[in-house]
């Protein structure tokens, strides 16, 4: 995410001008009174307000240092922060967690003294969650629309604690949904099952509103081959003609696929891109991120 996009920012100010100039070049068409400049300049103002403002706010946040106490979550529950090695990168991850927690609403479920109360680790693996995926992708800005609610464990299709099968769930105008225990979990090891990554894949491929496994921003070039793989994809993994490194749950569909791919290309993309060299290009190239360059992990189940 951008803190001061610099070209947006340069067109919001010249749409502004531009209200400013049909009220003057009304005055020297004897068309409007002066009053008439005054309104459209007026109205100018407001559009840059509207929509400069949050990019003000966010100068003001990234101004503070980030909290120590956020730091030390990060560098212990979150391992693709712990191997940033270059400065500016874990500052950028560190803005892009601290404008998400700003301008998304995360809260518990539940009403009144049955409401879950979450915590900072919880609402930073959310945030972390976000900031992996779009850490390749700096322009890239998340819906502001969704709210996003924590249940203490899985849940069932009426949101209870019966017969429990769902971990997340994303509606297609709806909040997003977690359970804090599966959110946890999936940050404790690196087995292709990480609730946080699946269920903001969800968010990359309803932004068109289709669910259909085709990610925001896929360009046209790509976005053919890359349904032809997930195609090709979906019928071996019902066939049982896949390797084993996607979880079964990615036969679903189309929209499942991707975000069970999106799993294990942060979670374990050596055995990814041995295995299944083609998805692991198009996913590196959409995410603009190649983290099988990097050392594989030892002992990434003895991380707490």
């Keep these: 995410m951008q803190v001061w996009p610099a070209t947006r920012i340069r067109l919001h100010l010249g749409v502004a001008l531009g209200f400013a100039g049909v009220g003057l070049l009304g005055v020297a068409l004897a068309a409007w009174s002066w009053l008439g400049v005054a309104l459209a300049t007026g109205l100018g103002g407001l559009w840059y307000a509207w929509m400069v403002g949050r990019f003000h706010r966010r100068r003001a946040l990234v101004a503070e240092p980030f909290p120590d106490a956020w730091k030390t979550i990060l560098e212990r529950r979150v391992g693709f922060y712990r191997e940033l090695d270059d400065e500016q990168a874990k500052r950028r991850f560190e803005d892009d967690v601290r404008i998400f927690l700003a301008e998304q ?23 972390a969650s976000a900031a992996m995926l779009c850490h390749g992708m700096p322009e890239f800005e998340w819906p502001r629309m969704r709210d996003i609610v924590v249940h203490p464990r899985s849940f069932n299709e009426d949101y209870g604690s019966e017969h429990p099968t769902i971990a997340g769930m994303v509606h297609y105008q709806g909040p997003i949904l977690y359970s804090e225990r599966d959110l946890r979990m999936g940050f404790r090891r690196h087995d292709g099952h990480n609730v946080g990554l699946h269920e903001l894949a969800h968010v990359l491929d309803l932004a068109d509103g289709h669910a259909d496994g085709v990610p925001i921003g896929a360009s046209w070039a790509s976005s053919a081959p890359w349904v032809a793989i997930v195609g090709d994809r979906l019928a071996k993994l019902r066939a049982d003609r896949y390797p084993n490194v996607l979880r079964d749950y990615a036969a679903t569909n189309e929209a499942e696929l991707f975000a069970v791919a999106v799993e294990a290309f942060f979670e374990k993309p050596h055995a990814l891109r041995d295995k299944d060299p083609e998805l692991y290009g198009m996913l590196r190239d959409y995410f603009g991120q190649d983290p099988a360059a990097k050392p594989r992990r030892c002992g990434d189940r003895k991380y707490r």
Aim: hydrophobic residues 35%; charged residues 40%.
């Design 105 to 127: 609403r995360i809260y518990g479920a539940g009403e009144g003294e049955r409401q879950l109360e979450i915590d900072d680790e919880t609402r930073l693996l959310i945030a």
